[in-house]
């Protein structure tokens, strides 16, 4: 039974025992950023801040807080929660449609699990099976869709050159939240304290960032891991591959070390970027597209673990995506033995950026569809679930949704032409603070430039 299969199944079954809106990242997965205090249950809801005080006495409370209690109540009931748009978005557009509440869901499933559900309902204190954290937002890039929140270079041009008081959306003011550090994080502190507990039902641990390779919080968590093993834990880590290389390094000698010996399950290595090239570049200030290459050359020949690209699906994507499917490819006949790797070792996911609206798909003309299409059929000349240097089904569903959703979405005109005046606004004003010049690295996408600029006045 394919993936796509298997979730549409065990959704079946969930449908029926709880409700049709039930999704058991609600209770077993948790996202928590502690350089903020904040949590979700994925990364599709906007997180949420933690109470300081319930995790003096209860430290399982930076996962199971009262608004999460609600939503679970929510789903109970049979209600789409407001946090959780983003795949009622794909579940609307009809029932062959994949949400990530449906994989999710699937990858979750157990029967432990639901009638762990059914006895305790909303109430009970969760220990997560998955759970992402952000130790810090100490990072050496400063992606233009991302936030001051998640990094440390981002958070200093702004406290350099101020928010982006033009646009009406992605200001990214920081005068209204506060970051911890590492050594004096109250939530942090609740965290490691909670670990003996949490680690005994934990299945996958996933770091995100900031940036993971630079923050000392994930050496600590190496250390703990090599002092009292989890052999059922798989980990994983989010990186930009571009740190300097003997950071690299160090990162990597400790993956193998935890392998080699067998004190974790498994890990996983998830890096991101959107197309390839200069435009790659443009989109995340920081990135140099040599050093990421080497860097992931260098992880790929050192390490027999796998790693996924999480393509951040973005306005500046849509002409030149690819570029970057071509150079999936490429890696894949480099770093798919197919005698010593049984699984394909590089994948990649496509999810598509909601926010902030200059970076949505859906303020572009719909002329723009073609180069989607175009992308679409790329990969399916290139599918064959049989070859390890090929795209699978799996992946071409994944970038279908996300064409079908650019296809049928039709935001009202007062939405498109904000998003557009913010579009000009933004990136004229980033372009002057950090000297890039989108109308250079684009130059296929001129007319619509030119579009927002007059719109903006």
Known sequence: MSEREEAVRITKLTDEIFSPTFCFAKWYHANIYFQTGETHSCYHPAPHKIDTQAILTNPSAIHNTEVKKQERREML??????????????????PDYISDRKTRSSSIYNEQRVQAVKAGGAEFDVNPEYLEVSFGNECNFRCGYCHPKASSRYYNEIKQHGPYTMVKNH???????????????????????????????????????????????????????????????ELNVNSNLGGKPKQLEKFTDGVNSLLSQNKIRRFKLFTSIDTWGER???IRDG????VFERNLDYFMRNTTAPVTIMITFNI????????????ILEWRRKYNDVE????????FDTPYLKEPLQ?????????YMSYMHSHLQFIKDNLDDERKDAFTTMEYERFRRVVDYMDSTHYDPARIMQGRI????????????????????????????????????
Request: glycine residues 4%; contains cysteine; proline residues 5%.
């Open 77 to 94: 009931a049979g209600k789409q929660c407001a946090g959780c748009q983003y795949c009622w978005n794909i579940e609307n557009m009809g």
């Open 171 to 233: 200001r990214c003011d920081i005068n209204w939240f506060d970051i911890y550090e590492e050594e004096t994080n109250p939530y942090l502190d609740a965290f490691w304290k909670w670990w003996p507990e949490l680690s005994k039902e934990l299945t996958i641990l996933r770091i995100t960032g900031g940036e993971p390779t630079i923050q000392k919080s994930t050496y600590k968590l190496f250390d703990l891991l090599e002092q009292d093993p989890k052999p059922n834990l």
């Open 280 to 282: 790659a570049e443009y």
């Open 287 to 290: 990135l140099d597209i040599q």
């Open 316 to 327: 500046f994507s849509v002409t030149t995506f690819q570029t970057l499917l071509e150079k």
């Open 340 to 347: 010593t790797f049984r699984w394909n070792r590089l994948s």
């Open 359 to 367: 970076y949505d798909i859906n303020i572009l003309p719909k002329e």
């Open 422 to 457: 913010d579009f000009h606004r933004f990136f004229k004003e980033q372009n002057r603070r950090r000297e890039v010049n989108h109308e250079q690295v684009f130059p296929e996408m001129s007319e619509f430039f030119k579009l927002c600029q007059e719109l903006a006045g």
